[in-house]
T-cell receptor, first 118, second 111 residues
Framework: ETGVTQTPRHLVMGMTNKKSLKCEQHLGHNAMYWYKQSAKKPLELMFV???????ENNSVPSRFSPECPNSSHLFLHLHTLQPEDSALYLC?????????????????FGPGTRLTVL | GEDVEQSLFLSVREGDSSVINCTYT??????LYWYKQEPGAGLQLLTY?????DMKQDQRLTVLLNKKDKHLSLRIADTQTGDSAIYFC???????????FGRGTSLIVHP
């Protein structure tokens, strides 16, 4: 595997279910990100992890719970979601902290998980 | 907060050039990026430009940066149907490790 991978690619869940999204990066990066992409809305940054420590949480509801066990893996645990949470969830990674070099903080994205909440 | 603005749609004929425009408000922007998103896929990095450059060319892609007007453009020469996608502009402010993305421009290429 190369780049950033995400599983599953598609997920349909009921409002009472519990599920998890998985992201893995094979780029040796030290930072990972979760974004939410909804139709007709800008890309929304949800969480940032830098060296496994969460550094950003953009007022995301507690029904979304991230986990970063190491710098290569990132999870998003989902429970009691709402229909408005249906979206494409994108994971990204970057090599953070070296922005003195051109493009060093460049984010590389996975293919996303298309989530539908019924 | 800082804003990045893009027009939502652009339609071009196959073989013509496409120009996708982006404006931003952060005068301390250091890097500016273009990403491409095909249907059902994530964002793919196309190219980036550092703020001390005016132009960058990479095969069919030409990026122009006007810092005075805070205007960035992406020109695609000889546009093909495979170029149909959403194109996102993104910028990093000085000292920031989180980019600000535009809403994306949907490029439609018709025969």
């Amino acid at each position: 595997e190369t780049g950033v991978t995400q599983t599953p690619r598609h997920l349909v869940m009921g409002m009472t279910n519990k599920k998890s999204l998985k992201c893995e990066q094979h780029l040796g990066h030290n930072a990972m990100y979760w974004y939410k992409q909804s139709a007709k809305k800008p890309l929304e940054l949800m969480f940032v992890y830098n060296f496994k420590e969460q550094t950003e949480n953009n007022s995301v509801p507690s029904r979304f719970s991230p986990e970063c066990p190491n710098s290569s893996h990132l999870f998003l645990h989902l429970h009691t979601l709402q229909p408005e949470d249906s979206a494409l969830y994108l994971c990204a990674s970057s090599q953070m902290g070296t922005s003195g070099r051109a493009g060093a903080d460049t984010q590389y994205f996975g293919p996303g998980t298309r989530l539908t909440v019924l | 907060g800082e804003d990045v603005e893009q027009s939502l749609f652009l339609s071009v004929r196959e073989g013509d050039s496409s120009v996708i425009n982006c404006t931003y408000t952060d005068s301390s922007s250091t890097y500016l990026y273009w990403y491409k998103q095909e249907p059902g896929a994530g964002l793919q990095l196309l190219t980036y430009i550092f703020s001390n450059m005016d132009m960058k060319q990479d095969q069919r892609l030409t990026v122009l940066l006007n810092k005075k007007d805070k205007h960035l453009s992406l020109r695609i020469a000889d546009t093909q149907t495979g170029d149909s996608a959403i194109y996102f502009c993104a910028e990093y402010g000085r000292g920031s490790y989180i980019p600000t993305f535009g809403r994306g421009t949907s490029l439609i290429v018709h025969p």
